[in-house]
């Protein structure tokens, strides 16, 4: 079967932390359910959160006590990966018979990564990315994923794979990722503005896939009833923007802005090898004579371990 239902759902991190953001995700199940969705992409750091605005107490040369109190927090509301939350977001991919893509704050030691999870119905938690270069001063609060976690996860709904955010920005990652043969590419992102509808359907054309992006939607300052740190108390933080874009860059649904919600469309697969008859990006139209991209897909870590053999 070629055509298949997909979707975004686009809401934002709860005020109350993650458990309560966990049960705002699986009170959608029955619309997930009643969608017939294959596949639903939800947004960058939902489970754990964006804390944008937040400072952490961080200046050039020095960082005040109250900032590592503030990232304390911020790591109790990350999770494990496997733990409680990924088993709950299993369960919900079974029951409702379609794959999820969540975007998650991501506890590994010390360290938070940006990490989008994959879940499908018959293999729960089957894998996931770290984001590979955080922006700005998220560098200050997320490590560095690697190339060990560009993953390509088969789906009822057809090959997937995400960059979150900024990554989209990023050549050599798209070409890479192209490379992977994706059928659907998932954008799990925080970027509301007008810009970032380009981005989307630029990356659609460009590597002729289906594309979904799931953006956070989040209240103003005033409304959240914190500091507005420069900006403006009653504009929204995150006003979202999710949306579904063909292989020729046409915008299939949404965008969605200023509510939470289910955006789904159904998808014809077989559009693909149709869009691709005049241009495929790592096919017909690259020039490996000229160009060529080597990728290191090794795990990488700091300390190695090794014992003489016997």
Not at 272 to 297: C, M, N, Q, T
């Amino acid at each position: 079967m070629t055509k298949n239902t997909v979707g975004a759902l686009q809401l934002g991190s709860h005020a109350d932390g993650k458990a309560a953001t966990l049960d705002a995700i699986l009170g959608y199940g029955d619309d997930i359910a009643a969608s017939g969705a294959a596949l639903i992409v939800m947004p960058e750091a939902l489970l754990g959160g964006y804390p944008k605005g937040e400072t952490f107490g961080t200046y050039l040369g020095y960082r005040l006590p109250e900032g590592r109190e503030a990232f304390a927090r911020y790591f109790d509301n990350a999770i494990d990966v496997p733990g409680a939350e990924t088993e709950a977001l299993a369960a919900l991919s079974e029951r409702t018979n379609c794959s999820l893509v969540v975007g998650v704050i991501e506890r590994s030691g010390a360290t938070l990564y940006c990490t989008a999870l994959f879940f499908t119905p018959e293999a729960g938690l089957a894998a996931k990315h770290r984001k590979l270069m955080p922006t700005g001063a998220e560098r200050l609060i997320w490590g560095q994923g690697d190339g060990s976690t560009l993953s390509a996860v088969e789906t009822a709904a057809g090959r997937i794979g995400a960059a979150i955010c900024w990554e989209n920005h990023m050549p050599l990652l798209r070409t890479a990722m192209y490379a992977k043969r994706l059928d659907i590419w998932c954008a799990p992102t925080v970027d509301d503005r007008d810009i970032w509808q380009s981005t989307m359907r630029h990356i659609a054309h460009e590597g002729r896939c289906f594309l979904i992006g799931a953006c956070q939607v989040r209240p103003s300052p005033a409304e959240l009833g914190v500091a507005s740190n420069g900006w403006a108390a009653d504009r929204p933080h995150i006003r979202g923007g999710s949306v579904i874009v063909g292989p020729l860059g046409d915008v299939l649904a949404g965008p969605l802005f200023d509510e939470p919600g289910l955006l789904t469309v159904e998808i014809d697969r077989r559009e693909l090898v149709k869009a691709r008859y005049d241009f495929d990006v790592v096919g017909h139209y690259s020039r490996p004579d000229i160009f060529s991209l080597s990728v290191d897909e090794a795990a990488r870590s700091s300390v190695t371990f090794h014992k003489d053999s016997e």
